[in-house]
């Protein structure tokens, strides 16, 4: 497999490997040594994929949305992912790791959240499976996520701000860290994008391909092949798009196409388009692609889209760039704000402001008529509504 799986060393190519510190070398061993034969072995299969039924409410629905086909002139499907229990594909991943965590003998689960997203993931399936749960989140973020810290709270986790730096995502993760160094035996870290180091960014995406492996039924079933002639998905980290490209990586028949987010524009300063700034670096555990500067210093991204709002993507995707395996394509925050209310108003499902990037796609490249285009629609846009509201004119 030349894109879809890293090394034994966690390199996708040029891009992975676990850059840690000295103390965090214990924990990261244990779960590089074991989570491959936990999450292959049948009974774990057995239990993530009855969960994920049953608890999540998969298979998600391909839709088929005639509007948008009519209007962009290819077959559009949409991959339901803001149908899951609490409204976005983060849960496939936050349900995964705290199985994996229990079958480690962990008690604990630590999290770092931004938006808060990962945080109620994380938090929901603790509170299922019964593990104690800490989020670690910016100060800042706390104040502007509210209903989200609210959430985690009533499912019973402990929200910890972070006070030092910008108090934001990468502070939160600063303390996370701290954390885990602190209690090696007893405590997960659950990560939730398909970045980190080894085994990291491979586990996750490993817990999102269920989206591919439906989308390939799915397919069979409506249209007799399963195979799309293109896969479409926002990168943040990376975690939808490796759970939606992933079964579609080895065969070049696929286009895959990455939406990134532009923020005010890629030459603008506001912007968090990290194959078109970026270059090689090491953040957050893994060697990537990383907007910084010149001497090394990471550059503070924006996007008007919580999710989006990171300055690196993970190894799989900086490999897929590289290697022009996808076509990585960036969306300017007005160009998303507009397809939200595009497709709210063509086809009644108001999608995340993430999830609009990868909509906003159609606007960006032609499509031959019978092409068959699938859309990672990747959350709902409940948590969106007061950037909605404040951009309705
Ligand atoms: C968090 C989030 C993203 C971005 O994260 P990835 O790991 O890149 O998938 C995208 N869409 C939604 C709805 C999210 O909540």
């Not at 007799?224 to 079964?247: E, L, T």
């Not at 923020?263 to 090491?282: C, D, Q, W």
């Not at 022009?324 to 009644?348: K, Q, S, V």
Request: proline content about 4%; aromatic content about 8%; glycine content about 10%.
């Amino acid at each position: 497999m030349k894109y879809r799986n890293p090394d034994a060393h966690g390199y996708y190519g040029n891009f992975g490997g676990a850059f840690i510190p000295e103390m965090l070398y214990p924990n990261v061993k244990e779960l590089q040594d074991h989570y491959l034969d936990i999450i292959e072995s049948e009974d774990f299969k057995k239990e993530f994929k009855d969960l994920l039924k049953n608890y999540v409410g998969r298979a998600t629905p391909l839709y088929f949305s005639k509007n948008l086909s009519d209007k962009y002139q290819a077959q559009i499907f949409l991959k339901r992912e803001d149908l899951n229990h609490t409204g976005a594909h983060k849960i496939n991943n936050a349900i995964g790791q705290v199985l994996l965590a229990k079958k480690l003998g962990k008690q604990r689960i630590i999290a770092e959240t931004g938006a808060g997203q990962h945080g109620v993931a994380t938090a929901t399936a603790c509170a299922l499976m019964g593990l104690e749960c800490v989020v670690y989140m910016g100060e800042v973020d706390i104040a502007r996520q509210a209903p989200n810290v609210a959430r985690m709270k009533m499912l019973g986790a402990t929200v910890i701000p972070a006070t030092s730096g910008s108090k934001t995502l990468k502070d939160a993760v600063n303390e996370a860290l701290r954390d885990w160094i602190n209690h090696p035996t007893t405590t997960h870290y659950i990560i939730g994008s398909a970045v980190g180091p080894h085994p990291y960014p491979d586990m996750v995406a490993r817990f999102q391909s269920i989206i591919s492996e439906e989308i390939q039924s799915q397919l069979k079933e409506k249209i007799g092949r399963d195979n799309p002639d293109y896969i479409v998905a926002c990168v943040g980290g990376g975690s939808n798009a490796a759970g939606a490209f992933y079964h579609f990586v080895e065969n070049e028949s696929v286009k895959i196409i990455a939406a990134e987010a532009g923020g005010h524009g890629i030459s603008s300063g506001l912007s968090a388009a990290t194959t078109a700034l970026g270059s090689l670096g090491v953040l957050h555990g893994s060697k990537s692609l990383v907007m910084q500067t010149t001497d090394g210093q990471v550059i503070e991204p924006h996007s008007i889209s919580a999710g989006l709002d990171y300055p690196g993507i993970g190894p799989m995707h900086a490999n897929l760039f590289s290697q022009h395996r996808a076509e990585f394509i960036a969306i300017n925050d007005d160009e998303a704000l507009e397809m939200a209310y595009e497709l709210t108003r063509l086809d009644g499902i108001i999608p995340a402001l993430e999830s609009a990037h990868a909509l906003a796609v159609l606007k960006k490249k032609t499509f031959q008529k019978e092409d068959i285009v699938v859309i990672c629609l990747s959350g709902r846009g409940d948590k969106d509504m007061e950037t909605y509201l404040k951009a309705m004119k």
